[in-house]
């Protein structure tokens, strides 16, 4: 089990930034994956970027050269450095660990997200 708290969020205009923090009720050395998803209202939720034990990094395509993660493994803490924010990017963010048990099954935890807001 895994419990995940993010903080960070909030209100900002177009082109500003924001760190998103995610911290772990364990050592994150041992998750397998850690990420954001977003869900604005009337989409689906959507991966934003998740770090892999090893550094392997994936983003979406609409956040590529603006967002950064990032992993604390001393502070079982997981960042999302936003820079060049746009009004698009408005959603609840949504923190995310992957822990497999085997080599096919796994489980995924989930934060209770935090609103991040931008405007025009």
């Given at each position: ?8 969020g909030g209100l900002v205009q177009a082109g ?84 497999y048990s085997d080599s096919v099954h796994f ?14």
């Open positions: 089990q895994v419990q995940l708290v993010e903080s960070g500003g930034s924001l760190r998103l923090s995610c911290a772990a009720s364990r050592k994150i050395f041992s998750v397998n994956a850690m990420g954001w998803y977003r869900q604005a209202p009337g989409k689906q939720r959507e991966l934003v970027a998740d770090i892999r034990t090893g550094g392997m990094t994936t983003y979406a395509d609409s956040v590529k050269g603006r967002f950064t993660i990032s992993r604390d493994n001393a502070k079982n803490t997981v960042y999302l450095q936003m820079n060049s924010l746009k009004p698009e990017d408005t959603a609840v963010y949504y923190c995310n660990a992957v822990i489980t995924q935890y989930w934060g209770q997200g935090t609103q991040v807001t931008v405007s025009s």
